[in-house]
């Protein structure tokens, strides 16, 4: 685990000025990796600075686990590929810098197509140095698994910024009239720029009233950006010109064939392949234990599972968050367990973990926590770094390719409908109760659906739906929020699938963060089988809609392919859960710290309305009330996460 850093100064800097900002920003990421630290400091010309306090415009850093005897190479640039460690983040050649964050999982197929000899001896940024030199960013696309960089091609005067597929790992920039940076982190840009401090208040708007936290990877801030999953960023230096382009799209079946019988077995067999061949590849990377997060849950269950059959040597770990209330998931949890006799480590969490552990939470995110769950898995962090491991397995993005929320059914009736299918869909509707669903409950979806559509404007569906929560807002900020529009395109879906590629290309890479910075908080390298290979992704994907819910399961083609492998309770368990957590029960313990930090913590956007808040508390904060209970939870988080930017 790397953390990457890169700035340029639009007009000369002193070098100690520059050197000095590099530090710190190497400082907030030194968790991702504190044991060295490599950086550099160039001129205009981007010649490497000699003199004391001669000017500077380039900075370029980089903190790493393993990076030793790397210095030299990156102060004369004239050498070809550093390959002096097989682990180092550093590669050169002829003056052009790579620093790569992350791993590759087809580095073998690489080296083959570059005739790179003996691929165990060659680090991966010399094999990714070698595709840009021949490729590229066309060769971005080819870069499979979990990873980030940044290029300087000194030839051009370029740099280059660039995140994976799927958005495993972090890449953020801004461009102001000053400077232009790369970071691995957001807070490490806030905390260098005060021009690129501005909060986007429709955006805290939209997260305190309807809870929109995976909508986007981020646009809390308005002028430090997420670089978005499959693409890149470029900057021309002499023209201060800035490039944003997508390199890679992924392609989904957008047929309307029906499920055959005969077909099944196919896609769920080639799908039992890819699955194998992710968790394979994602776990021969490291040696050691790893740990694997464990639900009970279909997606953390088919991993576990998974790796005790294609490892049967190999020592698991899995880690399954528990409450002090009824135990939580433990029970699902041990029967995973049990079946792959891997060991087992439950992680309690209580309310006063939530209270404890959310000011620290909130800091290491880019973005306010959304809400306790995110608590629990920063515990499992933690109690994981104790144990001694380094490398956490997640089952992040099974929901979003398989089909696993409850609210994808909905517009799976309807494409049935649409069809001309109508014993399938009454066959269906009729078995929604696998889901954990009732035939009402879908009806009473699609009725919310269509009178939100038809009958309300979003102010008009706050002001009905979120009435308090409405309330305890800002006017000023509030109204200003409802005359601009979402930034973020949604999607025509007429298709299960078509909601799929919205959940896993646009709302996913947010998601992915979640894990990835809990983990990195940690010095935890976070590896997500689910969502870091693209040839598991575009298989899924090229399976057809009515294969992925089906006789009433969401996640059926999962299912199916994990039939004798994951036991038999697992496969046919309905409800859907990630880590768990009592929240209300939560929420109702924490109340009054909440409220006395509502009441203590600065706001500086002014967006809550605290007077109002305050003089409702005791008659609207409510067991009876949860939408309000989790509204005064996010209010809570925010304040945390604004104030601790404050600190940096």
């Known amino acids: 685990m790397n953390g990457l850093i890169a700035l340029y100064t639009k007009k000369d800097f002193p070098s100690s000025s520059l050197k000095f900002l590099l530090d710190k920003g190497l400082a907030t990421l030194s968790h991702r990796g504190d044991k060295e630290r490599t950086s550099f400091l160039r001129n205009q010309a981007l010649q490497n600075i000699e003199q004391p306090e001669a000017p500077a415009r380039l900075a370029m850093g980089t903190c790493s686990q393993q990076i030793n005897a790397l210095q030299k190479g990156l102060t004369d ?34 080296c083959q197509s570059q005739s790179i000899a003996n691929s165990d001896n060659v680090t991966d940024a010399a094999v990714v140095l070698s595709m840009i ?25 370029t740099l280059y910024g660039a995140r994976d597929h799927f958005g495993n790992r972090p890449m953020w920039f801004c461009n102001t009239g000053n400077h232009f940076a790369l970071a691995s982190e957001c807070r490490t840009i806030y905390s260098l720029f005060e021009d690129t401090r501005s909060i986007n208040r429709n955006t805290v708007i939209d997260y305190l009233l309807w809870g929109n936290i995976g909508i986007s ?8 950006h997420s670089i978005e999953p499959s693409h890149y960023v470029k900057y021309e230096m002499e023209t201060d010109r800035l490039i944003v382009e997508r390199y890679y799209t992924l392609p989904y079946n957008q047929s309307k064939s029906p499920y055959k019988k005969t077909s099944e077995k196919h896609f769920f067999l080639s799908l039992r392949d890819h699955l194998t061949d992710s968790i394979h590849k994602n776990l021969s990377l490291f040696e050691g234990t790893p740990a694997i997060g464990v639900s009970g849950g279909m997606d953390s269950s088919s991993l576990l599972c998974m790796a005790g059959k294609t490892n049967p040597g190999r020592t698991l770990v899995a880690y399954t968050a528990t409450d002090n209330y009824d135990g939580g998931e433990a029970c699902w949890a041990e029967k995973v367990v049990r079946h792959t006799g891997a060991e087992w480590i439950k992680v309690v969490c209580t309310a006063d973990d939530v209270i404890e552990k959310s000011d620290t939470a909130n800091r290491v995110h880019s973005s306010p926590v959304y809400n306790p769950s995110t608590i629990t898995q920063y515990r499992v962090m933690e109690e994981i770094k104790k144990q001694g491991q380094v490398v ?10 398989f089909g696993g929320y409850p609210a994808y059914y909905p517009l799976f009736l309807q494409s049935l409908r649409q069809n001309g299918e109508w014993r399938n869909w009454w066959k269906e509707l009729m078995q929604v109760g696998n889901t954990g669903l009732k035939p009402t409950d879908i009806m009473a979806r699609r009725m919310k659906l269509y009178a939100k559509g038809i009958y309300y404007s979003p102010q008009k569906l706050a002001q009905k739906k979120r009435k308090y929560e409405y309330e305890s807002l800002m006017p000023e900020v509030r109204d200003s929020y409802f005359n601009h529009p979402s930034p973020v395109p949604i999607l025509n879906k007429t298709l299960l699938n078509d909601a799929l590629f919205e959940s896993y290309t646009v709302f996913l890479g947010n998601i992915l963060r979640w894990g990835e910075h809990s983990a990195a908080s940690q010095g935890i390298e976070c590896v997500m089988p689910l969502s870091d290979y693209p040839d598991l992704t575009e298989y899924a994907f090229s399976i057809p809609s009515s294969y992925k819910i089906h006789d009433g399961w969401n996640k059926y083609l999962l299912r199916k392919a994990m039939e004798g492998i994951v036991p038999d309770e697992i496969l046919r368990r309905r409800q859907k859960m990630g880590f768990y957590y009592p929240e209300q029960k939560w929420l109702n313990s924490i109340s009054v710290p909440m409220f006395d930090t509502l009441q203590q913590t600065e706001d500086p956007e002014e967006c809550i309305s605290k007077k109002y808040i305050l003089a409702n508390m005791n008659r609207l904060f409510t067991s009876a009330n949860p939408l309000y209970q989790r509204f005064i939870f996010r209010c809570y988080s925010y304040l945390l996460w604004r104030n601790g930017l404050l600190a940096l």
């Not at 397995?393 to 979003?400: A, V, W």
């Open 217 to 224: 990877d981020q646009y809390f801030f308005k002028d430090i």
């Open 133 to 157: 030199k021949q490729h590229n960013v066309k060769c971005f696309n080819l870069l499979k698994g979990f990873w980030s960089l940044i290029f300087l091609d000194t030839e051009h005067k």
């Open 392 to 401: 956490f397995i997640d089952g992040q993005g099974g929901d979003e390719m």
């Open 77 to 110: 640039a004239t050498g070809s590929f550093l390959q002096s460690n097989k682990t180092s983040n550093i590669a050169s050649d002829k003056g052009n810098i790579l620093f790569f964050e992350g791993r590759l999982l087809n580095k073998k197929e690489l």
